[in-house]
């Protein structure tokens, strides 16, 4: 599988307390997969036909992170990177360094 990055990763909540890191069109697929499995999902399906479109030289990338982020605000499982990973936060605040 031909992996294609994101500019910047986007995280889901998969249960209570595990998010996971989709950072790329392959992360992307094996995680439509797994929830086109026991769910139809419409939105879902066309992000996941997208990825491979993307890994064909077909689209470029930013339509699938559009796409994954449109479908993952709207299961309701998009998670704010700054909250997920703080650190993040204090390096914007600090000039991209990260405090001792």
């Known amino acids: 599988m031909n992996a ?3 500019a910047s990763p ?3 909540r998969t249960s209570r307390s595990l998010v996971q890191e989709i950072a790329s069109t392959a992360d992307a697929i094996d995680f439509l997969l797994g929830w086109t499995e ?3 999902d419409i939105l879902a399906e066309t992000v996941l036909r997208a990825c491979y479109d993307v890994q064909l030289g077909r689209k470029p990338v930013s339509v ?3 796409g994954f982020s449109q ?3 709207r299961a309701g499982i998009l ?3 700054i909250k997920v ?3 993040i936060a204090a390096g914007r605040q600090n000039g991209g360094h990260v405090p001792a």
Do not use: G
Request: proline content about 5%; glycine content about 0%; cysteine-free.
């Open 4 to 6: 294609v990055d994101f």
């Open 10 to 12: 986007l995280f889901v």
């Open 38 to 40: 026991t769910r139809h």
């Open 64 to 66: 699938v992170e559009k």
């Open 71 to 73: 479908f993952a605000r």
């Open 79 to 81: 998670e704010d990177s």
């Open 85 to 87: 990973m703080p650190w």
